[in-house]
């Protein structure tokens, strides 16, 4: 018989809301209510954080490369990285909610860590790209200095990739010359995401939301990144040539950072890894003291060990065992596995199955 049609539309307390992956994927419910236009202020607040990526990513990308500013276009990267990192989700929401088949009995949950996987080796490979390309831009802008500022042997290294980075930039020194204009783009980045993250803080804490805390706090973040680039650029126009491509290496180095977090966490979800210990801990806390199952003392009941959880996107499996009195009758036994399974998927909404040892 089917324990799966429980409507779980009742809200679920605390215990996985400090937990990151999850948040994310609570961020992108309340996106997908706000797109489609039944989403309180958290949802609207969601959508109005994309759409401002969006502005930021296409506004900051052109005017990075127009004006030649490295610390910028990595800005701009990181921008696009946030809204690659949305789209996975947005992506592969339907697919991965599609009910198990005979050829995928768990569901397809997976889709959405692949997904986060596959968008995690580009956000790798680009900040291996922007970082490379400022990289190259730092060593020309450090040349002069190269020979009394580092170890012979390491000079010999960097000296001819210096001296062809700057012959590069000497052959046509104008049109690779930074406008100072970009500042005004990293300003008003910095604006945008400061707001974002104070109107965002602001619903958060009138709602009481972790996931729009854990949003806000990022929108911060990236106001930190505009700001290095911000810094960056004000510094090669006040006549430090390295600072712009050095701020460039340093947002690399973020969207590098960002890109290798969520390779680990997809290719972890890939890999089945459990739930933390901590979250095992909670949910086997639910069932102690297991609330009377039908015809059944909760007494009857003696421990709950074992327990296992896995998570497929956002569905949780869990398997334990349960410690019944030997003389316990089948039909008793099965109220007990019956009640267990309830009590878990009516308090965790993201628990889709299960499965009870008797033992
Ligand atoms: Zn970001
Ligand atoms: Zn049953
Ligand atoms: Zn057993």
């Given at each position: 018989?089917?324990?799966?049609?429980?409507?779980?539309?009742?809200?679920?307390?605390?215990?996985?809301?400090?937990?990151?992956?999850?948040?994310?994927?609570?961020?992108?419910?309340?996106?997908?209510?706000?797109?489609?236009?039944?989403?309180?202020?958290g949802a609207n607040v969601t959508l109005l954080g994309a759409l401002s990526n969006v502005g930021l990513t296409i506004g900051k990308g052109a005017a990075g490369w127009a004006l030649n500013s490295a610390s910028l276009v990595a800005d701009a990267g990181h921008s696009l990285g946030d809204l690659l990192g949305d789209f996975v989700v947005l992506a592969t929401w339907?697919?991965?909610?599609?009910?198990?088949?005979?050829?995928?009995?768990?569901?397809?949950?997976?889709?959405?860590?692949?997904?986060?996987?596959?968008?995690?080796?580009?956000?790798?490979?680009?900040?291996y790209f922007l970082g490379q390309h400022s990289l190259i831009l730092t060593m020309a802008a450090l040349e002069p200095y190269m020979q009394a500022a580092t170890a012979p042997a390491v000079a010999d290294v960097l000296?001819?990739?210096?001296?062809?980075?700057?012959?590069?930039?000497?052959?046509?020194?104008?049109?690779?010359a930074l406008d100072p204009n970009a500042a005004w783009f990293a300003l008003i980045s910095l604006g945008v995401k400061e707001w974002m993250y104070r109107l965002t803080k602001k619903v958060a804490d009138e709602e009481k939301s972790t996931v729009l805390a854990?949003?806000?706090?990022?929108?911060?973040?990236?106001?930190?990144?505009?700001?290095?680039?911000?810094f960056a650029i004000l510094g090669t126009w006040a006549g430090v040539p390295v600072a712009d491509p050095?701020?460039?290496?340093?947002?690399?180095?973020?969207?590098?950072?960002?890109?290798?977090?969520?390779?680990?966490?997809?290719?972890s979800d890939l890999m089945d890894?459990?739930?933390?210990a901590p979250d095992r801990d909670a949910l086997a806390r639910l069932l102690t003291p297991l609330p009377a199952a039908l015809g059944t003392p909760t007494a009857e009941l003696l421990r709950i060990r074992n327990v296992r959880?896995?998570?497929?996107?956002?569905?949780l499996f869990v398997d334990l065992t349960a410690d019944v009195p030997p003389g316990m009758t089948m039909r008793e036994a099965h109220?007990?596995?019956r009640c267990i399974r309830e009590t878990l998927t009516h308090a965790r909404k993201e628990v889709k199955e299960v499965r009870v040892h008797l033992h």
């Open positions: 018989h089917d324990h799966g049609d429980h409507d779980h539309d009742h809200a679920h307390a605390g215990m996985f809301h400090s937990h990151e992956h999850a948040g994310d994927r609570e961020g992108m419910e309340l996106l997908i209510k706000a797109l489609q236009g039944k989403g309180g202020r339907t697919w991965s909610r599609k009910a198990p088949t005979a050829d995928y009995p768990y569901g397809y949950g997976k889709y959405e860590s692949l997904g986060t996987v596959l968008i995690s080796i580009l956000l790798v490979g680009g900040a000296e001819p990739l210096a001296q062809s980075a700057k012959a590069v930039i000497e052959a046509d020194p104008e049109a690779l854990a949003n806000a706090y990022h929108h911060r973040f990236d106001a930190w990144t505009s700001g290095v680039a911000l050095l701020g460039g290496l340093l947002v690399s180095g973020a969207i590098g950072w960002q890109g290798c977090k969520w390779l680990i966490r997809g290719a890894a459990g739930v933390p959880a896995v998570k497929s996107g956002s569905q109220e007990v596995e």
